[in-house]
């Protein structure tokens, strides 16, 4: 099983040009069976009540019918996250698709603030692949998180993650963050990919970067932090 993961760079509240950059960055994607994307991948990490308004949808809807045209094209399965509108609630979700572009799970972020409506479940889906569960971002850390994607064999953690001041930043990656994501992974004892998005504007923002994490908490590869480099790897 062959995953690319794409720390795509985006612009915040601009889903059009995201969405251009995104179309040129899968082309530089060889032939993988699961791509997986940021937390809400075309509009960036934006989280007031007028860009909510704006940039919100259902599911499915035109976000959704978009990448299933790129899993069918690409012939992958693709994890991606989006803002979803729902009985006038905004959720911070995310979405994967079996390579037909067919809905097959879809996770609503539990760790979020207001305005956002939190999630309150984790599902798991059966695949071809792997039996497959999403988390979003600090959903990761969640205390019961070990029991709330039951029996799953790989976890898909979309996030959009900054650091309070300078972000990117390398040192304190290393030396502190990264850390408490391993150690977080091996609580809840799933193989994880990880993949973070990469604020465009940014000396503050999401910092990039991805990783592949054993269910041991063992780190099986990385790219590197403040970069919106590929990582393909081979499960």
């Known amino acids: 099983m062959k995953i690319g993961l794409i720390p795509l760079k985006t612009i915040p509240g ?43 949808e259902p599911i499915p809807g035109p976000t959704v019918d978009e990448f299933s045209h790129f899993a069918r094209r690409h012939a992958t399965f693709i994890c991606f996250g989006l803002l979803e509108l729902a009985e006038a609630k905004v959720y911070n979700s995310a979405v994967l698709l079996d390579r037909e572009g067919k809905i097959i799970l879809k996770h609503r972020k539990i760790q979020e603030k207001p305005p956002f409506t939190m999630g309150s479940e984790v599902q798991t889906v059966n695949t071809k692949l792997r039996r497959i569960s999403i988390l979003i971002c600090g959903d990761l850390f969640l205390e019961d998180a070990r029991i709330k994607v039951g029996d799953a064999d790989l976890l898909i953690v979309p996030m959009a993650r900054s650091f309070d001041g300078r972000s990117p930043d390398v040192d304190r990656w290393v030396s502190e963050e990264r850390q408490a994501y391993l150690e977080a992974v091996a609580q809840i004892g799933l193989t994880t990919v990880i993949i973070n998005a990469l604020d465009q504007n940014a000396k503050e923002g999401a910092f990039g970067g991805a990783m592949v994490v054993s269910a041991a908490g063992e780190l099986l590869a990385e790219s590197p932090h403040g970069s919106d480099d590929l990582l393909v790897y081979d499960l």
């Open 14 to 56: 601009d889903p059009e040009a995201n969405l251009q950059h995104l179309r040129s960055r899968l082309l530089d994607v060889p032939p993988v069976d699961l791509i997986c994307l940021p937390e809400c991948t075309l509009t960036g990490y934006v989280f007031d009540e007028l860009s909510l308004s704006r940039f919100s």
